[in-house]
């Protein structure tokens, strides 16, 4: 695994670019363990694998589509999906969700209508800052989003950090 610096550095296989801080930012909006995490399109790991490297490690599950290009995670920490449109079963116990570079809304929508009134608390959406308008309509009533530019935290400028958490002031249905 590469080691990280203090510059976002963009390592193969990962559409972030990657820092120190950066994780170390992630890792601290993540529950401890027991909490499970889902990371839902892990990609080939390489963030998941560093953040369960991170102490205390996560208890944290990369969800990829088969066949999954996973290059980073062990078999423990990593689960298929059968196409683009799978939702894995397993988000109906995880308390957070992690979603890098979705490749589309409908994928947000449809985790949140299936399992969104379940134990999930957070869920952590990060990409690029022109894709977020078409994504935070996902959010909107029952939760409240904290979005600040990745580039105050160790990313890129064009990059930002969604992070969302269930409204106190949530209806229950």
Known sequence: MP??????????????ALS??????IHSL??????????????????????L???PPP?????????????????????????????????????AWMFIYPRRVGLVEEYLEKFGNGVVKIVIWIGPRADWEDYKGCFAGAWELHVKCADQIGGRAWEVVAVATKSRHRSKS
């Open 3 to 16: 080691v990280l610096t203090s510059s976002a550095t963009v390592h193969s296989g990962c559409c972030l």
């Open 20 to 25: 120190a801080p950066f994780l170390s930012h």
């Open 30 to 51: 993540l529950p401890p363990p027991p909490d499970l995490i889902l990371s839902i399109g892990s990609g080939f790991g390489l963030l998941e694998a560093l953040l």
């Open 53 to 55: 490297a991170a102490d």
């Open 59 to 95: 208890s944290l599950v990369g969800i990829e589509v088969q066949p999954s290009p996973n290059r980073y995670l062990a078999r423990d920490h990593h689960r298929e999906v059968y196409g683009t449109r799978g939702i894995h079963e397993l988000a109906s116990e995880a308390s």
